[in-house]
């Protein structure tokens, strides 16, 4: 068996082939740090980290790079209405990303390259591509001109002639055609800007992928992913960018994920009906929230609802109690080698389901069966060590693949810490400091940092 991908540029599924034997390079495009990100944001970011893991779970060697970007108009106009550089505005929500993703077991990335720390490569990409007569340079821009390159419009599947038909016809002289776009901004007054032999500017948005991807993974490399709305047009151009630049493909397998939906619309700041993670970490554990992302296949949309997250909540419970229930047994059963029991039709299931183009949904089918499974073994009065231990085993590696291990993680809300620590404040002024310490080492248990200041108690989480 291997590993099936449903691949945008060939709008086919495919056997997955990596450039080198056992190995995997990914690039997907992250975060433009300017707010916290929403749940939509998210199911990009927890999906990708599932499929690095079953790569990983099936023995490949994986690169994951995922960029910053830490410079674009969205954060230097935060930093205007917010009276601050724009460069401590991009810290502040790089900082958060990785808090909040962190807190949805998300893996950090090999590499999070900055667009700030990649300035030099940025422009010598850039370079390149007016050399070879791709882009061109206009009053202190360079644009990229689409009609040279004879592919544009492939991954998208339409045509350079449809899209020049069909782009808006905007007030921008600089370019020579509307469907062309922009490698380098000149920099407007007081704005932020770097030095270039164009002159001080900025990169536009698409070169940055096209330059960090090529530094980190090589001019070829097995996949790209993103949000489904990244197809067109950034993809589009990172492709054009690269491939004119390198003279090599890109990348073999593009991967993207359908949206997160409200109301059977997408999830978007620009509508205001998003939702954070930052702020939805209050109501629900984030391994609630994590396990919601993975409860479709990635390619199709997925409904936001609280119905649905109590639905996962149930399902994490009935997983979280087998297990538990597993290892209460496991300490009274009776030790044998002799008797095993044969899970490989459980196993196959969870593989089948993964090795069909990450299809989580079944995946987490074949997790419940497994639990099923062993709530039926367990039923019985005499149970053996050796089997325990199989079903322990397996239910550990397919919950390590889907991220909701039993990793201590916090299991509070918000709401429960703060009731605990007003609780505590009572205890203490009850003198009741058995209790109040007891209620210190609960928080401190689940990673929660208490800090006793003259206006009250402050806490985070570690
Ligand atoms: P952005 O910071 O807006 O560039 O988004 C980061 C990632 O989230 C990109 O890969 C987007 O395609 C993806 N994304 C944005 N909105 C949604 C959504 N509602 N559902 C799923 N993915 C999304
Ligand atoms: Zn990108």
Known sequence: MSIVIYNTMSRKKEQFVPIHKGE??????????YNFFHIGNARCFVVFDVVRRYFNYRGYKVTYVQNITDVDDKIIKAGQEQNRPPMEVAEQFMQAFLADTAELGVVPADVHPRVTDHMDDIIDMIVTLVDKGYAYTSDGDVYFRASSFKEYGKLSHQSLGDLQAGARVEVNEKKEAPVDFALWKAAKPGEISWASPFGAGRPGWHIECSAMSRKYLGDTFDIHG??????????E?????????TGHPFANYWMHNGFLNVNHEKMSKSLGNFLTVHDLTSKYQPRVLRFFLLSAQYRNPLNFSDDLLEGCQNGLDRIDTSR???????????ISQEHQVDLSSQKNAFMKAMDDDFNTADAISAVYELVRDANTYLRQDKVEKAVIEQYLELLGEMCGVLGIDAVKRCELIDADIEALILERTEARKARNYARADEIRSLLTEQGIVLEDTAQGVKWKRE
């Not at 995997?24 to 740090?33: D, E, M």
């Not at 151009?237 to 630049?245: D, F, H, R």
């Open 324 to 334: 538990d229930n597993l290892l209460f047994r496991l300490d009274k059963a009776a």
């Open 226 to 235: 993103g949000g489904h709305d990244l197809v067109f047009p950034h993809h």
């Open 237 to 245: 151009n990172e492709i054009a960018q690269s491939e004119c630049a």
């Open 24 to 33: 995997v390079k990914i690039y997907v495009c992250g975060p433009t740090v």
